[in-house]
């Protein structure tokens, strides 16, 4: 029955073993991966014992298990130095392995001088041979050897403890818990003379509970979870946090930018209302709820950087929790904010500049607008009332979508309508002022001033940075003489091949030229004004103005009424 149960332990012993083994990647704790494989050797090495049949085999066997148990403590001494974050002095290490197997010195003089008698008890149990130490410079060394590691294990927790360093209160129980049953059910077969150790079992016990704790005891350290270009960056910060926001593990980096995580417990919630908690929270809550994975944060009069990401100890597997990494950020926040500021005053100016340049441009262009009217006797006051015009159609346009105008174009319409006659300025006065009617060579030459003032428009805009200006300004100069049936000028146009702005400058011209007092002629009443404008859209005029005019004549006979 007793090698039956040790084999049932070595193999689920195996079994957890193997569970660690094919979670394990490079970034493995080689002390926890240590103790998972020294566990089912010692319990082979009980196995094998119950069913060896000569005092030579069993005496091996006994020496081989009391050497694996002391190398099993040495490394649990410095997994538990690793889990409270206690550096080892290399030499040191090398003098407690050393310690370890100097204990086979004494095995071997022993077996030189041919007395095995005298270091070891070999009993015949029916089932196998069992073995006990009787004494002797084998027992002497190694109960030495035992007692001075758990003293010094104790030892450590206890000013650990007193200092109140981070450390995982659950990985560091199991260790205790193992290490003293392991010692207290040693010393208990030793005294009570039993035939065979329930050590096997312990051993098996611990195994499974260090494959179900692995996950966790390697998220305890945060070296394990990054990479090793980021464990040599010493200016970035690391904090690892469960799915529920526990408090997991952090690197030094860390701890100053977030000090209150110094006294926080590893397997603890972090309190919200810590500054820690507050922002970690706000952090994981930003990735879960929005997906934002970068940001800042500030604390302390100082901006850090972060980005947060899941982490998995499984390829494929489920997230296991989240890394944070962080990064003071202030000197390059304020950088940043003298560069905007810089940039925003650098902004003002050029806009300055480039409101100063246009309204030196506009002051000139209406400056030659009234150079032409003082010049033009038949036009007095012609481009101010065009231009007041030109806003209530477009007005009345937009407001009643009769064409898709958007805003910037109204707004361009309106701007460039004074622009229109710019070209009469090299007009022949003696044509520009005839009070009667022009001959076909006058008439001809009059036509030529819609393609010189497209000219003059580009000469006096050129340069600006609003290049949909400059084209609204040249098509309302070099076009609004077109007409929808193609017997305008300059170029014959044919209906909508007209610029929109051309055809709504076009109305405004014609009626004005028939409501006003001419050289050569009277004003003419609203009502014929409006029978001549509604008889021409069509041919002379955009048909689909016909409804902005209906709608705008009362407007527009308001206008002239208060303007007279």
């Known amino acids: ?61 006994f020496v081989f298990i009391n050497l694996s148990t002391t190398l099993l403590l040495a490394v649990i001494f410095f997994s538990v130095l690793r889990q409270l974050s206690i550096r080892v002095n290399p030499w040191i290490k090398f003098f407690i392995y050393a310690a370890t197997f100097a204990q086979l010195l004494p095995v071997w003089v022993t077996f030189r001088q041919g007395v095995p008698g005298d270091l070891i008890e070999i009993m015949d149990t029916g089932d196998g041979y069992s073995t006990r130490m009787v004494g002797g410079n084998f027992a002497f060394s190694h109960i030495t050897f035992l007692l001075a590691v758990l003293i010094v294990i104790v030892g450590v927790v206890a000013i650990v403890q007193a200092r109140k360093r981070n450390y995982s209160r659950r990985t ?7 290490v003293g049953a392991g010692m207290l059910m040693y010393a208990l077969e030793s005294v009570l003379d039993m035939n065979f150790s329930a050590l096997p079992f312990l051993y098996m016990v611990a195994n ?33 946090v469960d799915l529920n926001g526990w408090f997991l593990s952090a690197n030094e980096k860390c701890l100053d930018f977030l000090p209150d995580l110094r006294h926080q417990r590893v397997d603890t919630r972090i ?21 934002i994975a970068k940001s800042t944060f500030h604390l302390d009069e100082r901006c850090y950087a972060y980005e947060i990401s899941p982490f998995a100890f499984h390829r494929g597997g489920m997230r296991n929790g989240y890394l944070i990494d962080i990064r003071d950020a202030t000197e390059e926040t304020r950088n940043m904010e003298i560069l905007a500021d810089f940039n925003d005053r650098l902004n003002e100016e050029v806009a300055e500049k480039t409101r100063s340049v246009e309204t030196m441009q506009e002051k000139l262009v209406l400056s030659l607008a009234d150079m032409v009217e003082n010049r033009d006797s038949n036009t007095g006051g012609h481009v101010k009332r065009t231009s007041d015009i030109v806003r209530i159609l477009v007005e009345d346009i937009q407001a009643k979508q009769y064409f898709p105008l958007s805003d910037t174009l109204a707004k361009d319409i309106i701007r460039t309508a004074p622009m229109h006659d710019l070209g009469k300025v090299s007009i022949d006065s003696s044509i520009l002022n005839k009070p009667g009617r022009l001959t076909p060579e006058e008439y001809t030459i009059m036509k030529t001033h819609s393609t010189i003032s497209g000219q003059m ?29 193609g017997k305008g000028y300059p170029e014959g146009l044919v209906g909508e091949m007209i610029p929109l702005e051309a055809r709504i400058m076009a109305v405004a011209d014609v009626y004005d030229a028939l409501v006003s007092k001419r050289v050569y002629k009277e004003p003419m009443s609203y009502e014929k004004a409006a029978q001549i404008m509604q008889e021409g859209m069509g041919t002379q005029f955009d048909p689909n103005m016909y409804l902005v005019f209906l709608s705008c004549q009362s407007k527009l006979e308001c206008y002239y009424s208060l303007a007279q």
């Not at 309190?271 to 997906?291: D, Q, V």
Request: with cysteine; proline share 1%; hydrophobic share 45%.
């Open 457 to 485: 428009v580009k000469i006096l805009l050129e340069g600006m940075e609003e290049a949909h200006l400059v084209q609204t300004a040249y098509h309302v100069a070099r076009y609004h003489h077109e007409r929808w049936d």
């Open 271 to 291: 309190p919200e209302e810590s500054a820690s908690g507050r922002i970690l929270s706000s952090i994981i809550e930003n990735y879960s709820t929005s997906g």
């Open 208 to 240: 499974v509970l260090l494959a179900v704790n692995y996950d966790r005891s390697r998220a305890h350290d945060i070296s394990g979870l990054i990479s090793e270009s980021q464990r040599t960056n010493t200016s970035r910060g690391y904090v690892a």
């Open 172 to 178: 560091l129980a199991f260790y205790m818990v193992f």
């Open 1 to 61: 029955m007793v090698t039956v149960g040790f084999g049932v332990c070595l193999v689920i012993s195996i079994l957890a073993t193997l569970a660690i083994a094919v979670r394990s990647d490079d970034r493995v704790n080689g002390y926890d991966w240590s103790i998972s494989l020294l566990l089912p050797f010692l319990i082979m090495g009980y196995w094998l014992k119950t069913q060896t049949a000569s005092r030579e085999a069993s005496l091996v066997l």
